[in-house]
């Protein structure tokens, strides 16, 4: 398998820094050494910097949720690429759902971030979905295809290799309703194609695409054995490690 499955925990507005660090310790001790999968953690910024110097030496990587596009300046409340690299973060997630339902983002400024991460060296976990009034008016793929691509305008080819694409419909998070294993496959099969159409069949092929959405260790095996689905953004699974190490498992064993 060319891609190797990664299993990605958005903590989202949950734990103190004590707290963080727990759950951290917990995750290191249960899979540190873990190779065979990517694993990675995205809590709250207040604690990116002592969750970092808990996971140094250990395989799990540590990313942040959002982002400014702006290098610094007067953007109150925000956080830019080079902070975040400041810390031990090398991935964030953007363009997440909550982030375009609650804090109105839009393609436009996603694609502004997107940029600004990879050029910081930072990989983007891009969040893409529909929500269920889409899906029931069958504007799936058109939505998914509309975000994809407004948020990947300008990537380069060298660049598309650092992306991470994360499919969560927005009715299957935190809902407890997960997409069946075939209505999620069939738009992580349309993503690749689109990833084929705008970097070529070398360079879709490396791209990881996630499945977000109520994924537990009760579905990630079914989800996880898809062709197209390399791997999960977990957010309710991800907040204790019992569960998180599971899916670490889960992934660990469909490859
Ligand atoms: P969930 O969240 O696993 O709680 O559904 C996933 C996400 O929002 O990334």
Not at 51 to 62: C, D, F, H, I, Q
């Given at each position: 398998?060319?891609?190797?499955?990664?299993i990605?925990?958005?903590?989202?507005?949950?734990k103190?820094?004590a707290?963080?660090?727990?759950?951290?310790?917990?995750?290191?001790?249960?899979?540190?050494?873990?190779?065979?999968v990517?694993?990675?953690?995205c809590?709250?910024?207040?604690?990116?910097?002592s969750?970092?110097?808990?996971?140094?030496?250990s395989?799990?990587?540590?990313?942040?949720q959002?982002?400014?596009?702006?290098?610094s300046?007067?953007?109150t409340?925000?956080?830019?690429?080079s902070?975040?690299?400041?810390?031990?973060?090398?991935?964030?997630i953007?363009?997440h759902?909550?982030?375009r339902?609650?804090?109105?983002?839009?393609d436009?400024?996603?694609?502004?971030?997107?940029l600004?991460?990879?050029?910081?060296?930072?990989?983007?976990?891009?969040?893409?979905?529909?929500?269920?009034?889409?899906?029931?008016?069958?504007a799936?793929l058109?939505v998914?295809?509309?975000?994809?691509?407004?948020?990947?305008?300008?990537?380069?080819?060298?660049?598309?290799?650092?992306?991470?694409?994360?499919?969560?419909?927005v009715?299957?998070?935190?809902?407890?309703?997960?997409?069946?294993?075939?209505?999620?496959?069939?738009?992580h099969?349309?993503?690749?194609s689109l990833?084929?159409?705008?970097?070529?069949?070398?360079?879709?092929?490396k791209?990881?695409?996630?499945?977000?959405?109520?994924?537990k260790?009760?579905?990630?095996?079914?989800l996880?054995?898809?062709?197209?689905?390399?791997?999960?953004?977990?957010?309710?699974?991800?907040?204790?490690?019992?569960?998180?190490?599971?899916?670490?498992k889960?992934?660990?064993?469909?490859?």
């Amino acid at each position: 398998m060319i891609r190797k499955k990664l299993i990605a925990g958005n903590w989202k507005m949950n734990k103190t820094s004590a707290d963080a660090s727990t759950l951290v310790q917990e995750i290191v001790a249960e899979v540190g050494r873990v190779t065979d999968v990517d694993i990675l953690v995205c809590p709250p910024f207040t604690s990116l910097e002592s969750a970092g110097k808990l996971l140094e030496g250990s395989n799990v990587k540590l990313g942040a949720q959002n982002m400014h596009h702006e290098a610094s300046g007067a953007y109150t409340g925000e956080i830019s690429a080079s902070m975040l690299r400041s810390t031990f973060a090398t991935y964030v997630i953007l363009g997440h759902s909550e982030r375009r339902t609650y804090f109105a983002e839009n393609d436009k400024f996603i694609n502004q971030k997107v940029l600004a991460a990879l050029k910081n060296q930072l990989k983007p976990v891009l969040c893409v979905g529909e929500t269920l009034a889409e899906r029931e008016s069958g504007a799936t793929l058109k939505v998914v295809q509309t975000q994809l691509e407004g948020a990947l305008e300008g990537v380069s080819k060298e660049q598309a290799t650092s992306v991470v694409v994360a499919y969560e419909p927005v009715w299957a998070i935190g809902t407890g309703k997960v997409a069946t294993t075939e209505q999620a496959q069939e738009v992580h099969a349309f993503i690749r194609s689109l990833l084929v159409k705008l970097f070529g069949d070398a360079i879709a092929q490396k791209v990881r695409i996630l499945y977000g959405g109520s994924m537990k260790p009760s579905n990630a095996p079914e989800l996880l054995a898809q062709k197209d689905i390399d791997g999960g953004l977990i957010g309710g699974a991800s907040l204790e490690s019992r569960s998180f190490v599971e899916l670490v498992k889960a992934a660990a064993a469909a490859k």
